[in-house]
C-alpha cells in the first residue's frame, strides 16, 4: 500500500475500535464514533463496527491490517432499486509515532457487502434471529 492515512487514532481510540483484542466484533456508540471522525456521527449513520487484535504481535508487518471499521449508513438518495444501507471500511495499521494510520479502503473489504439490507447486516450481531 502505497497511498498516505485517511487520519490516524490514538492509543485510546484504538482500545476502543479493537474491545477484547480477539478480531471479535463490536460496535462504536455513534456518540464516541463521531469523535474519532465526525462523519461517522452523522445523522445517516446506522452503527460503526468494529474489530482488531491486541495487544499487536510482534511480528506484525509495518502496513499489516492490526484492526478494521465497518461504517454503516443509511443510503438517503437511493437509486432505483437501491438496497436501504451502504458499508464503507476503514483498515487500520501498525502505530507510528502518529499514531495509528486508518486507510479509508471505500467499499473493498467490507464484512457485510457495500450495498446492504438490514438482513445483510446480520453478520455483525451474531445473535440476531
Known amino acids: 500500500m502505497s497511498k498516505l492515512p485517511n487520519f490516524y487514532l490514538s492509543e485510546d481510540e484504538f482500545k476502543l475500535i479493537v474491545g477484547d483484542g480477539g478480531w471479535k466484533i463490536n460496535e462504536i456508540p455513534l456518540t464516541l464514533a463521531g469523535e474519532i471522525r465526525g462523519h461517522f456521527g452523522i445523522d445517516t449513520s446506522y ?13 506484525v508487518k509495518h502496513q499489516q491490517p492490526v484492526a478494521g471499521i465497518d461504517w454503516i449508513r443509511y443510503e438517503n438518495k437511493p437509486k432505483p432499486n437501491e438496497p436501504d444501507f451502504n458499508v464503507y471500511h476503514y483498515m487500520i495499521t501498525q502505530k507510528t509515532d502518529q499514531g495509528y494510520p486508518v486507510f479509508d479502503m471505500g467499499a473493498k473489504d467490507t464484512v457485510a457487502p457495500h450495498w446492504s439490507e438490514l438482513n445483510d447486516l446480520k453478520v455483525y450481531f451474531k445473535d440476531w434471529k
Open 47 to 59: 452503527c460503526v463496527m468494529a474489530s482488531g487484535v491486541s495487544p499487536i504481535p510482534p511480528k
